[in-house]
């Protein structure tokens, strides 16, 4: 997908799709929505902090690739590095920079997420201080997390220039 693909084709799963389906569906869908909030806004809006504890779209954008990273890459599969390391050193980073970066790391989560199957098995690692959890417990958290940070997306893009809606 290319920053001026049209998303009007990105639908929700069928009624009767398989569970991994239905959860991966929703999750593209959170994972777009995010990224639309932020193309075409122009790069020092991008970075501005709209509220008081310092969050901005590229803000979001560059903590979603680390989520996904540390979940599926690291904790699940078990490869790569810790990338809460890498999540502050980005500052020269465009935003089309970072919208690569987020959509390069959503893929390889589908990729991981598509490999497994059986839900249930557990990963690698853990990011908290429990076992490691499951490909389901894994997909319904970046369902939440990313359906989250879209909000916070919507309010800072319309305090930039207005725009509402998807």
């Known amino acids: 997908m290319t920053e001026t693909d049209s998303r009007a084709d990105l639908r929700p799963p069928g009624l009767?799709?398989?569970?991994?389906?239905?959860?991966?569906?929703?999750?593209?869908?959170?994972r777009d929505a995010v990224a639309a909030k932020v193309v075409g806004?122009?790069?020092?809006?991008?970075?501005?902090p709209g509220v008081d504890s310092g969050t901005s779209l590229l803000g979001?954008?560059?903590?979603?690739?680390?989520?996904?990273?540390?979940?599926?890459t690291w904790a699940y599969e078990g490869t790569g590095t810790d990338p809460w390391d890498d999540e502050a050193s980005c500052a020269d980073?465009?935003?089309?920079?970072?919208?690569?970066?987020?959509?390069?790391?959503?893929?390889?989560?589908?990729r991981i997420?598509?490999?497994?199957?059986?839900?249930?098995?557990?990963?690698?690692r853990s990011l908290r201080e429990t076992p490691p959890p499951s490909m389901r417990w894994i997909l319904v958290h970046m369902i939440e997390e990313t359906a989250r940070h879209a909000?916070?997306?919507?309010?800072?893009?319309?305090?930039?220039?207005?725009?509402t809606g998807r």
């Open 16 to 30: 009767k799709a398989d569970e991994k389906t239905t959860l991966l569906t929703f999750l593209d869908y959170l």
């Open 60 to 72: 979001l954008v560059r903590h979603l690739t680390a989520v996904e990273h540390n979940w599926f």
């Open 41 to 48: 806004v122009p790069e020092q809006e991008a970075r501005k």
């Open 93 to 110: 980073e465009t935003v089309h920079d970072a919208l690569v970066a987020y959509r390069d790391a959503s893929a390889r989560s589908n």
């Open 113 to 124: 997420a598509a490999a497994c199957e059986d839900l249930n098995r557990t990963g690698v």
């Open 151 to 163: 909000g916070h997306a919507d309010i800072l893009r319309e305090q930039i220039d207005g725009s």
